[in-house]
């Protein structure tokens, strides 16, 4: 079974702070992860993925294969960062069901 | 990009009616597409999986003659609410994997119902 685990459904920091969303999986394979972020009246939209390595709105992600985690981070919060955002966990080829977590709503406070 | 349109954005019904939701691939073919639930402030849960020209694949615990899916083409998949109550009363999403290898899932805006 796959599950994924936000602990923080909740997240308040300053300005200029460092940030990281939380993020833990139960896959018994290889999963691919995934993390989405949803603003304000606005669609569910893919902020990276593990796979591509890659840092999008200075947002990263490293996946712990021994901490079964994907932590989201950024050293410097910005106010327009304030949004919902959403871990999700794909299984190995040939499932591409995803699974997502809670969410965490992170707030940015000026 | 891959994008999904999904209509109607809201809708307002009575007890007892039927709803259509329709999500399209507009600039690629979809073979599969996941159908989401979501209450306020919780998370998407996967409702069940449409694939174009078979049935669909239902989650445990999901009605499937409740909520009926169609996936008739490559570009279009429906999920009909019947006789629908005020407990039915939810956030529907859509989501179609990209069109590229290991790209991520499009997802439609979203449909709010409301059953009164």
């Known amino acids: 079974a796959q599950r994924v685990t936000q602990p923080e459904k909740l997240l308040s920091v300053f300005k200029g702070a460092p940030v990281e969303l939380k993020c833990n999986y139960s896959?018994?394979?290889?999963?691919?992860l995934f993390w989405y972020v949803q603003y304000s009246r606005q669609r569910l939209q893919l902020l990276l993925r593990?796979?591509s390595r890659e840092s999008i709105k200075g947002f990263t992600a490293d996946l712990n294969k021994g901490e079964t985690s994907f932590h989201l981070k950024k050293p410097f919060a910005q106010e327009e960062d304030s949004a919902m955002y959403y871990c999700?966990?794909?299984?190995?080829?040939?499932?591409?069901?995803?699974?997502f977590g809670t969410g965490t709503r992170l707030t940015i406070i000026p | 990009g891959a994008v999904v349109s999904q209509h109607p954005s809201w809708v307002i019904c009575k007890s007892g009616t039927s709803v259509k939701i329709e999500c399209r691939s507009l600039?690629?073919?979809?073979?599969?597409m996941f159908w989401y639930r979501q209450f306020p402030k919780q998370s998407l849960m996967l409702m069940a999986t449409?694939?174009?020209?078979?049935?669909?694949?239902?989650e445990q615990g999901v009605e499937k003659d409740k909520f009926l899916i169609n996936h008739a083409s490559l570009t279009l998949s429906t999920l009909t609410v019947t006789s629908a109550h005020p407990e039915d009363s939810s956030f529907y999403i859509c989501?179609?994997?990209?069109?590229?290898?290991?790209?991520?899932?499009?997802f439609g805006s979203g449909t709010r119902l409301t059953v009164v």
């Open positions: 999700a966990l794909r299984g190995g080829f040939g499932n591409e069901k995803l699974t």
């Open positions: 449409s694939n174009e020209g078979s049935k669909a694949t239902y």
């Open positions: 593990h796979i």
């Open positions: 896959y018994s394979g290889s999963p691919e």
């Open positions: 600039d690629f073919q979809a073979t599969t």
């Open positions: 989501s179609a994997p990209g069109n590229e290898l290991n790209y991520g899932y499009t």
